[in-house]
């Protein structure tokens, strides 16, 4: 017979880490992202009403937002020995910090670049995507014989599913936009 309390301990502690790994979307999507080109879309489209100004100019925005996301996922912060933090953009040999590469954390290791960086940054970069691919202003100059149904669904099954997978696989990285408070989190902290 099992104890009660074990099984009880153990779901409180599963329920734990999916919401708390659910509580990190925000910052695991490419949400800052998404809210720029929601705001500058219409702008650049003319309202879906695209000549080839538009078209070129949608395009480098597309592009410049693009690799926005795929840059995010690859910064990282750590703490000094004094307690002070410092961000920087995660590479093959280690961190690269922003002030020029002076500072390095205590174990360089830790913060070399993974697959599993790259995997989540193709996610990011597939969520960003397939929300603009979607966007009525995109549609109306790119492509505008696409369905309605299918820029109304596409965008939530794409963002429910990488949600899950962001959920199940998340990110050890804290980068830019990271929240202070969830700095020291044990579930999300290197080991």
Known sequence: MKDEGTDESHL????????????RLNVLLPTATILAFTIFAPLLTNDGECDTLNLWLMGIFLAFSAASCVFFAFTDSFRTATGRLYYGVATFSGIWTFNGGRKKPCVPSDYKLKWADLFHASLSLVAFLTFAASHNDVVECYYPAMPRKVTNTVPLVVGFVISVLFVVFPSKRRGIGYPFLLQRDALYSRK
Do not use: E
Not at 12 to 23: D, E, K, P, Q, R
């Open 12 to 23: 409180i502690y599963v329920l734990n880490m999916i919401l708390s790994g659910t509580a």
